[in-house]
Nanobody
Framework: QLVESGGGSVQAGGSLKLSCTTR????????MGWFRQAPGKEREGVAR??????FYSDSVKGRFTISSDVAVGTMYLQMNSLEPEDTAVYTC??????????????????WGQGTQVTVS
């Protein structure tokens, strides 16, 4: 089970930090990712992380930072310089292999419920 927290409303230029906590899973060696979906748009991969591997989408590179704490089974997404275009439901996901072998959302079998981020 994955549980996201930290979403909310913020003005453009502001920051938010999302958390994704796994319950009942160990995350060592796993690839964890953040995805987002805005109304009327397809789901977009934002960032993903596994030991020694980090990917960012071009749209968030330099503004967002993904990190994880394997000891507590939690992944984070620090979002800075937020823009209205970042408004979406953000969802975390996990697959139990490294990110280098993952290509997109279809590779992730386990998903959270999502948390709304609104930038105005």
């Amino acid at each position: 089970q994955l549980v996201e927290s930290g979403g909310g409303s913020v003005q453009a230029g502001g920051s938010l930090k999302l958390s994704c906590t796994t319950r009942g899973h160990t995350t060592g060696g796993a690839c964890m990712g953040w995805f987002r979906q805005a109304p009327g748009k397809e789901r977009e991969g934002v960032a993903r992380i596994s030991p020694g591997v980090i990917f960012y989408s071009d749209s968030v590179k330099g503004r967002f930072t993904i990190s994880s704490d394997v000891a507590v089974g939690t992944m984070y997404l620090q979002m800075n310089s937020l823009e209205p275009e970042d408004t979406a439901v953000y969802t975390c996901a996990i697959v139990f292999r490294g990110c280098a072998t993952v290509s997109g959302p279809a590779d992730f079998p386990y998903w959270g419920q999502g948390t709304q981020v609104t930038v105005s």
